[in-house]
Structures are given as C-alpha cells and as structure tokens.
C-alpha cells in the first residue's frame, strides 16, 4: 500500500506559523481533522521555522493534534532533543523524520533509534551534502540501511529519502533521483522509499502540474510512499490511479471505491479547467490563464 504523510503542519507555511505563534488550536485541529479525512497515513509535524521556541512549539502542536486525531504522526526535526521529546509525547507509534549519515546527527540518532519500534525515514544526506548522481544516492541508501538494521531497525521499518532536488536549476536532476530510485529498489528489496516531493518544481510555474506528473514517474520507478499535501485531490487522484497503473491494486478496487466516493473525477480535479471553463470562481487561476491571451 501507498503511505501518504500529510505534510501541512508545517511552520514553513505562514498559515501555520501564524496559528502556532498565536496558540490558534482551532486551526491546526481543522487542518489534521481535513488531512485525516483525506486519507493521511501519517500527519508530519514540524517546528522548526520559528527559531529558538522548536521544542515548545513541538510540545503544544502535539498536544492540539492529538485531542482531535489518532492518525499516527510523523515527527519532522533535525533536532535528536526534539525527537527524543516528541516521541515520549506520541499515543501511536510514531515515524521518526529522520536519520542521515551526517556524523554528528547520526551519532546522536543512533543511541535514540536503538530498541524501539518506530518508523524511520533516512536521508540520504551526508556532511558533503545533497546527492551528486544516482550511484552515490543509492550508495549512501545502502550504508545507511546496513546501519540501521545493526541497530535492530527492521527493513520495513525504514523509508529511505533519496532527496528530490529542483528539476529548474539542473534538468537531469528528476532523471537522476528516478534513476536512484531504481538503483534502491533493486538493491535493497522490501525498504520503504519515500519524499517530499515539491522541491521538483521549486522556482517553476505551474508547480502542481509538475508535482503530479513527477509522482507517477517516481512511482513507476519504486517510490511508495510520498511527503505531501493529501488535501490536492488531483495528487490524491494520480496517486491512486497510478497504484492501479502499476499493477498494485487489485481488481482496481481502491480506484472504483475512490470514483464511487467522488474522490477522482477527470475534470473535475483539475485546477484551472473548471475556472476557465466557466468563469465562476479561482480568481488567480483566471488572472493566470488570462495573460496567454
Ligand atoms: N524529506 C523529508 N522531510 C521533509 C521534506 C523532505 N519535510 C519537510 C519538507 N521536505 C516536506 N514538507 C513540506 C511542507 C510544506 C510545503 C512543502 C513541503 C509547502 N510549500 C509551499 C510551496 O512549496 O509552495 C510554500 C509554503 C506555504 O504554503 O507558505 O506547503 O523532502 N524527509
């Protein structure tokens, strides 16, 4: 099955920092209620933007989400001390995000990761930086699969991040990661391969068009599971489909339940086409589509 983490309680979103700047707990419960509803398998939950109040803010998100959710969550912090804190707090077991095999996070991950049944995503970071080719992603993706699984992690329990770079400032970099994608698949059978998808299209117009179309090919290449916002019903949709697509459900039946939910219409997921059709709501979408004329 496809796991979703829903990724909008994020304080790099102004909506939310302003929410968690204000104790606004209305909102975030709204907001996890929504990405409950829509099918999150995880919630990720990060607090980083507002520097300095991390492990308070951490603190109170988890406390608001879970009086109104009991979809597992996804603790989403560079810092061990966070995610030593968090994860005490949590009722589900949790996804750690995450592990990298930079030295110093790693030294102090590791003590952390030992003995407990948790999920883990693992970046294929190192302290050089972001991957330069597919062969040194799945390179770092194997080291760090070894690594965890001699601290007692489980492979199914590991979601490696092959880190998704802007297509914009380098047109091989989608092909690359795909390319990693399959070398990960193919060398490290029943791993979990995982990401946040946006950074794709970062700097592009039209992101979501390119957001879309990225999933199916990352899925096609061995992704299954994705960082995302499981309020676009049109990346919902593709997602699904795709699953059909690639042989990964059965008699189609997720699909036909989806269609039969209203969740995947084939117009009527679309951005803009409703918009421009009919000219009756989407206000920035008509400003976008008038300027073609
Ligand atoms: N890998 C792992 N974890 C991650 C990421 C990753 N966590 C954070 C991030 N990347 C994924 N999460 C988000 C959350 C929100 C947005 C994008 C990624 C988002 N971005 C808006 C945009 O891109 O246009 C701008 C923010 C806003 O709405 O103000 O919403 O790669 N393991």
Redesign the pocket.
Known sequence: MFCVVG??I?T???KVQEAVAERDAAYIQEDVKKQQGAGADFI?V?AGARIGHEMEDMKWLLDVIQETVTVPLCL?SPDPKVLEMAYQMVKEKPMI??ISLEKERYAAMAPFLKGKECKV?A?CMDDSGMPESARDTVDRAEKLVRKLEDLGVKRDAIFV?P??QPVGTDTLKAVMVMEAVKGIRKKLPGVHI???L??ISFGLPQ?KIINRTFVCLMMSAGMDSA?I?PLDQAMMATIKTTQMLIGKDDFCTEYLKAVRAGEIQQNGNADCYPAQKHGTSGESCFRLCDLSH
């Open positions: 990724e909008r994020n790099s979103r102004k990720d990060n989403d995000n995450s995503i970046l991040d880190l998704v995982t990401g946040g946006s950074n992101r960082i916002d």
